[in-house]
């Protein structure tokens, strides 16, 4: 648990706060070793570029992730509970027909369309994450809208919010918790292939992905330019997947 905790939160805290530090970085010689971890092909500051590279590397898959569980476990939620077959296969049927779809050829499409814009790929990278939330909080509350309980809360006349969110949501919560290490992991994946591809945000970003792309025919030169950025992306998709392996199978032990 600890050595996870410790990937996760050293590029997490390096994210949120890393823009804060009152850090001079003054521009250099492309590739050179001056500097604390030298500079990139622009003659920027790599560790600069480390402390404002990870809002959006890490920001966009996370606002994707958020988004993506709002308008899907939405979706899931109706459908699971509705009385009515025609809603549910109104819902579920289309997102059903969009889940094949490649999800990084979806997202470079949408890149390509509104190039360098951040709200584009992460609402990209979430519709693509759509059909599987809504199926997986469909599945989970299946039980749950269809027992007795939902059916008494209808009796007391409870409001909607009441009984989708305040019981029926509480029931997939052990999912959705199984489920979110693998979808962050995945968001944070799609977001920095977008960006490594150059489909996403502008070749000059200091955004993680993007250093990495724009630097990797420096790597012999100046390897920091690449590794540093590389490393904390690896950090933290790794260190999220041992954390929430952990705390999915303690979950499971103490049920």
Do not use: C, K
């Not at 030298?38 to 402390?51: E, K, M, P, S």
């Not at 994450?129 to 209808?154: C, I, K, Y």
């Not at 070749?203 to 390897?223: F, H, M």
Request: charged share 10%; net charge neutral; no cysteine.
């Amino acid at each position: 648990m600890g050595v996870s905790v410790v990937l996760v939160v050293a590029p997490l805290l390096l994210a949120v706060l890393g823009p804060l530090v009152p850090y001079d970085a003054r521009p250099g010689l492309p590739y050179s070793p001056e500097g604390s971890l030298g500079t990139d092909g622009l003659g920027r500051d790599v560790f600069g570029l480390l402390l404002v590279g990870g809002r959006t590397a890490l920001g966009m898959a996370f606002g994707a992730v958020v988004l993506a569980y709002v308008v899907g476990g939405l979706i899931g939620l109706v459908a699971a509970s509705t009385r009515h077959r025609w809603l549910d296969e109104g819902l579920m049927r289309p997102l059903d027909v969009l889940l094949p779809l490649p999800s990084l050829l979806v997202i470079s499409v949408v890149a390509v369309g509104w190039q360098a814009s951040a709200v584009a790929i992460t609402v990209a990278v979430a519709m693509v994450n759509v059909p599987t939330v809504a199926r997986l909080v469909r599945a989970a509350a299946l039980d749950a809208a269809s027992g007795p309980v939902v059916e008494a809360l209808r009796m007391q006349r409870e409001s909607w919010f009441t009984i989708q969110v305040g019981y029926i949501g509480r029931s997939v919560l052990g999912p959705v918790a199984a489920d979110l290490g693998t979808r962050i992991t995945l968001a944070v994946f799609l977001v920095a292939s977008v960006n490594f591809l150059g489909l996403g945000l502008s070749p000059t970003a200091p955004d993680w992905a993007v250093s990495v792309s724009r630097n990797r025919e420096g790597l012999l030169l100046q390897p920091w330019s690449v590794l540093a950025p590389a490393i904390l992306l690896v950090s933290f998709t790794l260190g999220f997947n041992l954390l929430a392996d952990r705390l999915v199978h303690r979950s499971l032990v103490v049920a």
